[in-house]
């Protein structure tokens, strides 16, 4: 397996995770259950999955009164965005050794 192959998967699954711990989270607060910890919301979105819980933040209505939330994942995903540039722009450096 290459390695866009392996990225393009883990960001693909973290993503569909993000996306679910909304819904679950969302459906919890009705029930007046048990909740998932805001700090795992953020360290999903931060390890990569910011789209997927952007989206089910909007798509389950979860979370959009939070200012931390409201500003704290697109903050997130432009720094993840900002890290991709630098990373592709940066210089390759090859070493013969």
Do not use: C, W
């Amino acid at each position: 397996m290459d390695v866009i192959t392996l990225l393009t998967s883990y960001l693909a699954a973290v993503n569909l995770i993000g996306l679910a711990l909304m819904g679950i989270d969302k459906r919890k607060a009705k029930k007046r259950a048990f909740r998932i910890p805001e700090a795992t919301l953020f360290i999903v979105a931060i390890i990569g999955g910011s789209v997927g819980s952007i989206a089910g933040m909007y798509l389950f209505r979860h979370k959009t009164r939070h200012r931390s939330f409201v500003l704290g994942m697109p903050l997130i995903l432009l720094a993840q965005i900002a890290l991709v540039y630098a990373v592709l722009k940066a210089p390759v450096v090859i070493s013969v050794l």
